[in-house]
């Protein structure tokens, strides 16, 4: 198992970005790096949400895991190249006085096989970006960004 992790501390209550990440299909709304999402599932919310996520040609389903509000937010990623397996990313949410510290971590089973390894840092590499994209539009939503 490997894993990335991003975090940033937000000037909002866990309530008020909770707002945010549970309109779970509206995520290019907040992230300019994505052209668009939409839901696949007429539940709009708790575990078995899905949503489409476009990404200049990469086309992602990401279903939701763990869905316990205010504070974790957790979801699987399909769509990327078999070898890569599938990325799970979760979003915690802690205050912090009258900020909160959200966490984003993405891990990813490898197995030992070298190759997977190798591909699954790469793969890791990106969505460690793509978190730092997806926090800073966060805080831009909630109105705290520097």
Not at 116 to 136: Q, S
Request: with cysteine.
């Amino acid at each position: 198992m490997i894993q990335i992790e991003r975090s940033r501390e937000i000037d909002a209550t866990p309530d008020r970005l909770w707002e945010v990440l549970a309109d779970f299909g509206a995520l290019a709304s907040w992230v300019p790096m994505i052209q668009h999402t939409c839901p696949l599932s007429e539940q709009t919310e708790g575990v078995g949400t899905v949503r489409r996520v476009q990404v200049q040609r990469q086309t992602l389903v990401e279903t939701v895991t763990i869905w316990t509000p205010p504070t974790t937010l957790a979801y699987t990623i399909e769509g990327l190249p078999p070898i890569a397996g599938v990325p799970v990313t979760t979003w915690r949410l802690t205050p912090q006085g009258p900020s909160t510290s959200v966490t984003v971590s993405t891990e990813l089973d490898t197995g030992r096989n070298p190759v997977r390894v190798l591909v699954g840092r790469k793969v890791l590499e990106r969505l460690g970006l793509a978190a730092e994209f997806m926090l800073a539009g966060l805080a831009e939503r909630v109105g705290s960004a520097p």
